[in-house]
T-cell receptor
Framework: DAGVTQSPTHLIKTRGQQVTLRCSPK?????VSWYQQALGQGPQFIFQ???????QRGNFPDRFSGHQFPNYSSELNVNALLLGDSALYLC??????????FGSGTRLTVV | GENVEQHPSTLSVQEGDSAVIKCTYS??????FPWYKQELGKRPQLIID?????GEKKDQRIAVTLNKTAKHFSLHITETQPEDSAVYFC???????????FGTGTRLLVSP
């Protein structure tokens, strides 16, 4: 199955640390978006990457940064972690007029 | 910016009943409206979507309606089954598949 894959699945970090999350898009998809889903809430858009450029960004501080590689895979970096950054981080890929496919997410716990 | 409101927050029905979840969006430029089902601890899965040039779309027991004038769209599930129990999210986006703005979710419980 060439779906969206994310790693790691779970992560525990200490306040102030930095974290990198990784995403491989569905085969044939060239656009990757990242979302943060806090417990009991809907996903919140962080940013979207297309052709290795950040195309759109949500209301997240500069501590959240990303990158897209030539093979369309992507990374989400979060610096200076806060307790409030604890959430499920979802990656979604898409291509043209085809809808989003979400990965299973990385559950980040900041202690 | 775009805002999506979703109601109700929880919905309990008996197996075989119908369930309706409603969403309202704020930006009239929105042109793509997907619905996602998320089971506990799992990824959101697209169950149906509709574009702004269509008023209604059906897929077996699931249907979505869109009223562009009122900026409302709704999810209809008929003949509900216990496996339909999950959290359902509506979303809206502008320019197709860029930023999705999600509603707050509806927890649907279908009792046998």
């Amino acid at each position: 199955d060439a779906g969206v894959t994310q790693s790691p699945t779970h992560l525990i970090k200490t306040r102030g640390q930095q974290v990198t999350l990784r995403c491989s898009p569905k085969s044939g998809h060239d656009t990757v978006s990242w979302y943060q889903q806090a417990l009991g809430q809907g996903p919140q858009f962080i940013f979207q990457y297309y052709e290795e450029e950040e195309r759109q960004r949500g209301n997240f501080p500069d501590r959240f940064s990303g990158h897209q590689f030539p093979n369309y895979s992507s990374e989400l970096n979060v610096n200076a972690l806060l307790l409030g950054d604890s959430a499920l981080y979802l990656c979604a890929s898409s291509e043209g007029q085809e809808g989003y496919t979400f990965g299973s997410g990385t559950r980040l716990t900041v202690v | 910016g775009e805002n999506v409101e979703q109601h109700p927050s929880t919905l309990s029905v008996q197996e075989g009943d119908s369930a309706v979840i409603k969403c309202t969006y704020s930006d009239s430029a929105s042109n793509y409206f997907p619905w996602y089902k998320q089971e506990l601890g799992k990824r959101p899965q697209l169950i149906i979507d509709i574009r702004s040039n269509v008023g209604e779309k059906k897929d077996q027991r699931i249907a979505v309606t869109l009223n562009k004038t009122a900026k409302h769209f709704s999810l209809h599930i008929t003949e509900t089954q216990p496996e339909d129990s999950a959290v359902y999210f509506c979303a809206a986006s502008i320019k197709g598949f860029q930023k999705l703005v999600f509603g707050t979710g509806t927890r649907l419980l279908v009792s046998p």
